[in-house]
């Protein structure tokens, strides 16, 4: 595929409560490897458009205005990738920081940070969002941070493989939600969340592709946690370090990603500002450390697959900048390049181009 064949979205921080220099959204053509950026627009006046989800055909992109109480509708120009408002919708609740369509797309889950609930939002078929169908309050006992752990704070929000499961990690609880999804995109719970230990504060998730593990990043203890899944209930069977044993300094887990085949899973530390490299046994799903990396930055908050997985994207909030991390042999990444500047940055996604 050609240097353009990809659009790519990031979004940023802006606000000076956050520290932030973001300018919006920032769009970009690359190519699938992510080697060459071209930036194309930057969609301004927005307040914190930090996390980014497809609608199910990607012609619509769905926003969360991070510390405040709304998401936002794009409409997707296929030829140049241009974005174009569409509406703004109270989210249900406080800090929205994730979101994702559901597997009909016609409804919208968005993860309300600061309100312990999860919004189930209508879209219509022009892509605008609507009424809100749904809350659900996510009831647990608080971990030991005394700081990070007043009440619930589900954090991320990841489709089951099947998609017949939403699946829910919560810092708040050290604990994973999992949500049946009803005919109606409604949510029902499976059951009991999955535990981790106290003070983890489970992040981030990616399900394996034969969905039959899911492994969870922890912020607090900057640990993955691995779990095997069966009928919407998880349970846990490994959890091992994202940090060097000789690190003894501040840092906090962020993002995880999983490569296609399944064998080589990556998380990233904030403080520490690595990428801790672990492979996949394929049979019992159990992890096992596979290098450090320095991530190239300050602050990998987010990192994704390149569109063609041969590469990780990290986008570096306080350096203000994407770097490159080649897949090398192995699952072994080799050293960090920068490709792009942007301001704050806390998201990446990629839609790839229509010819």
């Known amino acids: 595929m050609g240097p353009d064949a990809h659009f790519a979205y990031v979004g940023s921080r802006t606000t000076r409560e956050r520290g932030a220099s973001g300018e919006g959204i920032s769009i970009f053509a690359t190519d699938a490897s992510a080697r060459h ?54 989210c249900g609740g406080r800090n929205p920081v994730h979101l994702v369509a559901s ?92 535990r981790d230990r106290e003070g983890s504060g489970a992040r981030h998730a990616v399900c394996i592709p034969d969905g039959r593990h899911v492994y969870v990043v922890n912020e607090l203890d900057s640990a993955v946690c691995a779990f095997a899944f069966d009928e ?58 596979n290098g450090i990396t320095p991530c190239g930055g300050r602050t990998p908050r987010f990192i994704a697959l390149t569109p063609d997985a041969s590469a990780v994207i990290c986008a570096n909030e306080e350096s203000h900048g994407l770097t490159r991390l080649d897949v090398g042999e192995a699952g072994c990444l080799r050293p960090a390049v920068e490709i792009a500047q942007v301001r704050s940055p806390v998201c990446v996604v990629w839609k790839a181009r229509s010819t």
């Open 232 to 289: 919407g209930r998880l349970h846990p069977i490994q959890r091992i370090s994202a940090l060097p044993d000789s690190f003894f300094g501040f840092s906090r887990a962020a993002g995880i990603v999983l490569t296609p085949d399944g064998r080589h899973l990556f998380a990233s530390n904030r403080g520490h500002d690595s990428l801790a490299g672990f492979e996949v046994d394929p049979g019992s799903g159990r992890l096992s450390a």
């Open 103 to 194: 597997p009909g797309g016609r409804q919208l889950y968005v993860a309300n940070h600061l309100s312990s609930n999860v919004a189930v939002i209508e879209i219509a078929p022009d892509g605008a969002l609507g009424s809100i169908a749904q809350i659900v309050t996510l009831d647990g006992e608080p971990g030991p941070h005394r700081v990070e752990q007043p009440f619930a704070k589900p954090h991320q929000l990841i489709l089951s493989v099947d998609e017949r499961y939403l699946i829910v990690p919560d810092k708040g609880l050290d604990a994973t939600f999992v949500f049946s999804i009803e005919r109606d995109g409604g949510l029902r719970a499976t059951g009991e969340p999955a």
């Open 37 to 90: 950026w071209r930036h194309l627009q930057t969609v301004g006046d927005l307040v914190n458009p930090s996390f980014l989800a497809f609608g199910r055909e990607q012609r619509y992109l769905y926003v969360v205005h991070g510390d405040g109480t709304e998401v936002s509708a794009f409409a997707i120009d296929e030829t140049t990738g241009g974005l174009t408002f569409v509406n703004r919708v109270p």
